[in-house]
């Protein structure tokens, strides 16, 4: 079987490995100067190791079998102890998180009323399925407003760099409807089936994340970097063959397409030939997130910094979505003597912070970290840096509903979506849809 993948992401990179792992020929097309997609790790000379997008990952059975197969194994970085605790900025200050839903409710995070009102999801009557309903509709309505605005809402801009009251509770966290549904009450749901189950390690590399990108781009040898596909030709027997910029002839002929790439660059390549399908793809929204990494002498910041980083919720109207306290979690991000933060202003919530000039950002973002942090107001910066992505993660809000159906209407045309916006934000998610894509692609050869 001889498929051809389009960008070369850490989705698009997995498909086309577990493809060669089952006998199928996978070329992968990259419009860039490199493979990797948003898993981008930059090297500075001064001792900093600055991840740009992700900063760590799950390690899920599909990562940890990719691992394996790849000879990675050794070369895994676990995080420090402190890594379990986590932070929320509640009242201008940082305030630990509790680690289990137990301690969240009887301990002193949350006011008496807000406690009393998250205790009351265990009685309320269950609403009909809704697959438009909100996250934020649906933890207002059995949790209040209080847990909605100091657990959920932080949480959500930091893994979806997302507004709880646009995106879809059944697009991103299908297992809470379901709970409500069979259960009654999510807290008598999660009693009864998450009992033994252990939180997923969080890891990253020795080097960093890019780690695993450059190992899967290593062992592909149709991988074609600087080289753009223009068109898709379509050709007897539901097969293609792709128009590259540069080149007079198409390529040679492929039994699938599968479409590795954001949602608006898939809606740009489809355009022509499936009009329909690429304006509900051109229509999901991908919101800006600039990563700023800034460090300082550690004797300049009074907190501990003992911990994953701080998370702030909208209605604390803070700069940074979130910040991680890198060298707290890898020593080795940054020369011994000094700390490391790496903070995300932007997101769906926080659009306009995104956009700051870079003067007023790094001032900003420096008052906030003398604020929360104690920084000494005359300590010198060791490093700034910042880094812009002008479309950051794909929005699971109503637009994304038109665009899965497209999809769905597309994989009959020979076409298939792997990407973020398909799959889901997650990296496990990926690599989930990377396995499903490949194995129905060669059990249907």
């Known amino acids: 079987m001889n498929v051809a993948i389009i960008g070369s992401g850490i989705t698009g990179l997995a498909t086309a490995w577990y493809l060669q792992q089952q006998g199928a020929t996978a070329h992968v097309y990259e419009s860039g100067n490199a493979a990797g997609g948003n898993m981008r790790t930059r090297h500075l000379p001064e001792g900093y190791v600055l991840e740009l ?3 760590s990952l799950q390690l899920s059975p599909e990562l940890e079998g990719l691992i394996t197969d790849l000879g990675l194994t050794d070369q895994i970085q676990e995080p420090s102890a402190v890594s379990g605790h986590r932070y929320v900025v509640r009242g201008g200050a940082l305030r630990e998180l509790p680690g289990k839903p137990q301690q969240l409710l009887f301990g002193s995070f949350f006011s008496l ?8 999801e265990l009685r309320r009557a269950k609403a009909a399925p809704d697959a438009h309903e909100t996250i934020g509709h649906f933890f207002r309505r059995r949790f209040g407003q209080e847990v909605l605005d100091y657990a959920v809402n932080p949480f959500v801009s930091g893994i979806y760099a ?9 697009k991103t966290f299908p297992q809470l409807a379901a709970l409500e549904q069979e259960h009654g009450s999510v807290l008598r749901g999660f009693a009864r089936t998450m009992k033994g189950v252990a939180r997923r390690r969080i890891i990253s590399f ?6 695993l990108t450059d190992a899967l781009a290593s062992r592909l040898p149709h991988l074609r970097l600087r080289t753009r596909v223009q068109a898709l030709l379509p050709q007897d027997g539901g097969k293609y063959r792709l128009q590259l910029a540069g080149q007079s002839e198409p390529t040679e002929l492929y039994d699938a397409v ?3 790439l954001p949602a608006y660059a898939a809606a740009d390549l489809l355009k022509q030939l499936h009009p329909q399908e690429a304006a509900a793809l051109g229509a999901v929204h991908y919101p800006p997130l600039t990563a700023v990494h800034t460090a300082y002498d550690r004797n300049a910041v009074q907190h501990h910094l003992n911990g994953f980083g701080a998370l702030s919720p909208r209605v604390e109207q803070p700069v940074a979505a979130g910040t991680l306290w890198s060298s707290s979690l890898f020593p080795d991000r940054c020369p011994i003597g000094q700390v490391l933060f790496t903070s995300f202003v932007g997101g769906a919530q926080y659009e306009t ?3 700051l ?21 005359d300590a010198p910066a060791r490093l700034q840096h910042i880094y812009r992505w002008e479309r950051s993660i ?5 637009r994304i509903i038109p665009a899965h159906a497209a999809a769905d209407a597309l994989e009959q045309q020979g076409i298939w979506a792997v990407a973020n916006w398909r799959a889901g934000v997650g990296i496990p998610d990926c690599l989930r849809r990377a396995q499903q894509v490949a194995q129905k692609l060669t059990s249907a050869a």
């Not at 009323?113 to 009351?120: N, T, V």
């Open 113 to 120: 009323k807000g406690k009393w009102q998250a205790l009351s």
């Open 162 to 170: 997302g507004d709880p009251n646009q995106l879809l509770l059944h």
């Open 258 to 260: 599968i479409l590795a």
């Open 206 to 211: 020795r080097g960093g994340l890019q780690v």
């Open 53 to 55: 997008g992700p900063n």
């Open 353 to 355: 912070n995104a956009r």
């Open 357 to 377: 000039p870079d003067a007023q950002l790094l001032a900003s973002l420096r008052a906030e970290q003398q604020r929360l942090y104690g920084l000494q107001p």
């Open 394 to 398: 794909p929005q699971f809000d109503e």
